[in-house]
């Protein structure tokens, strides 16, 4: 089983900018889908954005369209999540997932490993 390694997260300002990692291998992933989700204190997870290991294809949640970028370096393996203009309510532990079904980018079901989560806080 490949688990992701996150890496970046921290405390920040709202306004702010902030660009977490998510390294994975053992797996092929040409056929595969990679994504970020949060969770919030007494929340569920939700889906942030994911992208497609081959063509790069992206998908965003509405609450962070135009602020938050998701790219993968093929080379390495690794997949980033660039965070600008950071909110508290953007606040959680932020999970990197791989291993998704592309057709199905936003349900976190159809992810086979996930990382342990990075926490990522942002005060007002």
């Known amino acids: 089983q490949v688990r992701p390694v996150e890496s970046g997260g921290g405390l920040v300002q709202a306004g702010d900018s902030l660009r977490v990692s998510c390294t994975a291998s053992?797996?092929?992933?040409?056929?595969?889908?990679m994504a970020w989700f949060r969770q919030a204190p007494g929340r569920e997870r939700d889906f942030v954005a994911a992208?497609?290991?081959?063509?790069?294809?992206?998908h965003y949640a509405d609450s962070v369209k135009g602020r938050f970028t998701i790219t993968r370096n093929t080379a390495d393996n690794t997949v980033y999540l660039q965070m600008n203009s950071l909110q508290p309510e953007d606040t959680g532990l932020y999970y990197c997932?791989?291993?998704?079904?592309?057709?199905?980018?936003?349900?976190?079901?159809?992810?086979?490993?996930w990382g342990q989560g990075t926490q990522v806080t942002v005060s007002s």
């Open positions: 997932a791989s291993g998704g079904n592309v057709h199905a980018m936003m349900d976190a079901s159809e992810y086979d490993d």
């Open positions: 053992g797996r092929t992933f040409s056929t595969y889908a």
């Open positions: 992208i497609t290991w081959f063509a790069g294809r992206t």
